[in-house]
């Protein structure tokens, strides 16, 4: 029976998995591969938690300029290419 889980033979059986399929030789990279994605995935955690800190006194919480609308642009017709002039 199961009591938390996963018990030592579990683990021994998923090792014996992973080396069939991966082999004895592709195995150190594979290991040394998902160190790297794991320290990547790491730093880039952190950069994310950083840039969500609340802002510096830098910014100026007045009201935001209003920007002139823009024209809609012109329909164009399906009647052929536009003409030279």
């Known amino acids: 029976m199961l009591r ?27 290991a040394r591969a998902l160190g790297k994605s794991l320290r ?17 006194a830098t910014f100026t919480t007045g009201p935001q300029p209003r920007r002139a609308p823009e024209p809609p642009p012109h329909p164009r017709t399906e009647s052929g290419p536009d003409p030279v002039r």
């Open 4 to 30: 938390n889980g996963l018990e030592p033979w579990h683990l021994l059986i998923v090792a014996l998995v992973v080396i069939l399929l991966f082999g004895s030789k592709r195995l150190p990279d594979t």
């Open 40 to 56: 990547i995935l790491k730093s880039e955690a952190k950069a994310m938690a950083s840039d969500d800190a609340p802002p510096s």
